[in-house]
């Protein structure tokens, strides 16, 4: 039987060490987010679904009930044990990736997603990427005599697999996304900057060989060149109708439900939700969530800043720049500073393995930035 007084004793010391002002700003954004999928997609439900108005959104009050689950599930946890499950769940989660090639449905041209029976639709890059920056630490932090180059070849290693998978789906988004948040930890835990930077320059070259000279990556190649050249190509649509929304929007937006960006470009709640809250609510709107983005990154920071233990500080700094990375590469795409990538924007888009992943990370910040209790 369960001990009511150990499961209060348990939560009230869980929400005494937590950083409430960290946890007040995850549980407002994602409010936020539950309350644009309403504005969003209330009218491509009743329109092209046929079906209840409210559908996307209560399916979006379903994945965030299961995200503040598996929030709270992270950020419970003692530090040892968190660090210790991430390592058996990047192994999980990368075996899933695996299956991706096997397995998985392909939507557009992409084969991303694997259709299981207890996880229906669901993109395991999504569970990778928290997991691989704890990976990542703990081969950095290795206290082994290793030599410090070895260790950047093994972290490199790491995310060999998941980068060659997601290029075989392909996603090179999510690649670039992985590859940004190693070079990070990497940057940050000592590497020379000339190393660093004839390594940038053979991946890039590397990367520009793929596009161009692989056929399996012609699509991306289109979408490079039709960026360059607007006038040429078909894949500029979403990127016009988008930075056509954001300037119909103004200053102060059209008002609710008065956008038509999300009815005319497909998965608008997902990879272009920023367009469709600038066009109902301006860009002044766009203004106070980056500068809420901001502040949340700022407070991370501060608590890395005081932190003495190295992994921690790599494990903080890794979860804070894959959200950082993710939202700058969705605004990119969304006012054409970035080709099209499918990127979600954490904690506002539509879906749930994106929900699910932004809670994961969610927790692991809590976790690592908790006060001790005396």
Same mark, same amino acid.
């Given at each position: 039987?369960?001990?009511?007084?150990?499961?209060?004793?348990?939560?009230?010391?869980?929400?005494?060490?937590?950083?409430?002002?960290?946890?007040?700003?995850?549980?407002?954004?994602?409010?936020?987010?539950?309350?644009?999928?309403?504005?969003?997609?209330?009218?491509?439900?009743?329109?092209?679904?046929?079906?209840?108005?409210?559908?996307?959104?209560?399916?979006?009050?379903?994945?965030?009930?299961?995200?503040?689950?598996?929030?709270?599930?992270?950020?419970?946890?003692?530090?040892?044990?968190?660090?210790?499950?991430?390592?058996?769940?990047?192994?999980?989660?990368?075996?899933?990736?695996?299956?991706?090639?096997?397995?998985?449905?392909?939507?557009?041209?992409?084969?991303?997603?694997?259709?299981?029976?207890?996880?229906?639709?669901?993109?395991?890059?999504?569970?990778?990427?928290?997991?691989?920056?704890?990976?990542?630490?703990?081969?950095?932090?290795?206290?082994?005599?290793?030599?410090?180059?070895?260790?950047?070849? =093994?972290? &490199?290693?790491?995310? !060999?697999?998941?980068?060659?998978? #997601?290029?075989?789906?392909?996603? *090179?988004?999510?690649? +670039?996304?992985?590859?940004?948040?190693?070079?990070?930890?990497?940057?940050?835990s000592g590497i020379s900057l000339p190393i660093i930077l004839t390594f940038f320059g053979f991946s890039l070259l590397s990367l520009v060989y793929m596009v161009f000279f692989i056929s399996k990556f012609t699509y991306i190649k289109s979408r490079i060149l039709s960026f360059f050249n607007p006038n040429e190509g078909t894949h500029n649509f979403q990127s016009?109708?988008?930075?056509?929304?954001?300037?119909?929007?103004?200053?102060?937006?059209?008002?609710?439900?008065?956008?038509?960006?999300?009815?005319?470009?497909?998965?608008?709640?997902?990879?272009?939700?920023?367009?469709?809250?600038?066009?109902?609510?301006?860009?002044?709107?766009?203004?106070?969530?980056?500068?809420?983005? =901001?502040? &949340?990154?700022?407070? !991370?920071?501060?608590?890395?800043? #005081?932190?003495?233990?190295?992994? *921690?500080?790599?494990? +903080?700094?890794?979860?804070?720049?894959?959200?950082?990375?993710?939202?700058?590469?969705?605004?990119?795409?969304?006012?054409?500073?970035?080709?099209?990538?499918?990127?979600?924007?954490?904690?506002?888009?539509?879906?749930?393995?994106?929900?699910?992943?932004?809670?994961?990370?969610?927790?692991?910040?809590?976790?690592?930035?908790?006060?001790?209790?005396?």
């Amino acid at each position: 039987m369960f001990n009511l007084n150990s499961i209060y004793k348990f939560y009230y010391e869980w929400w005494k060490s937590i950083d409430k002002t960290l946890f007040g700003l995850i549980i407002f954004l994602f409010s936020l987010g539950l309350f644009f999928s309403l504005v969003s997609t209330s009218l491509i439900a009743s329109d092209k679904l046929d079906t209840k108005n409210y559908f996307f959104f209560f399916k979006h009050m379903a994945y965030i009930s299961i995200g503040m689950i598996v929030l709270f599930f992270f950020s419970s946890l003692s530090k040892e044990n968190l660090l210790k499950i991430s390592l058996y769940l990047f192994l999980i989660s990368l075996f899933f990736l695996f299956l991706v090639p096997v397995l998985g449905t392909e939507v557009k041209g992409s084969k991303r997603w694997l259709n299981l029976l207890f996880l229906p639709r669901f993109q395991p890059i999504e569970l990778v990427k928290p997991f691989i920056i704890i990976f990542i630490a703990t081969i950095l932090c290795n206290e082994k005599s290793f030599n410090i180059y070895i260790k950047y070849l =093994l972290s &490199f290693m790491v995310i !060999v697999p998941p980068c060659l998978l #997601l290029m075989m789906q392909p996603d *090179i988004g999510q690649t +670039l996304l992985i590859f940004l948040s190693w070079s990070t930890l990497v940057f940050i835990s000592g590497i020379s900057l000339p190393i660093i930077l004839t390594f940038f320059g053979f991946s890039l070259l590397s990367l520009v060989y793929m596009v161009f000279f692989i056929s399996k990556f012609t699509y991306i190649k289109s979408r490079i060149l039709s960026f360059f050249n607007p006038n040429e190509g078909t894949h500029n649509f979403q990127s016009d109708k988008a930075i056509d929304a954001i300037s119909s929007g103004g200053y102060f937006g059209k008002g609710i439900g008065e956008g038509t960006l999300k009815n005319r470009v497909p998965e608008a709640h997902t990879d272009y939700i920023i367009s469709v809250i600038s066009e109902e609510f301006g860009v002044v709107a766009i203004i106070l969530l980056l500068i809420l983005f =901001l502040f &949340f990154i700022y407070r !991370v920071f501060k608590k890395i800043y #005081l932190e003495k233990n190295e992994k *921690i500080k790599l494990v +903080l700094t890794g979860t804070v720049s894959l959200i950082i990375f993710q939202v700058l590469i969705h605004i990119g795409v969304n006012i054409r500073l970035f080709p099209t990538t499918g990127m979600t924007l954490p904690f506002l888009s539509y879906g749930g393995s994106s929900i699910v992943s932004v809670s994961i990370l969610s927790g692991i910040i809590l976790n690592l930035t908790k006060r001790k209790i005396d």
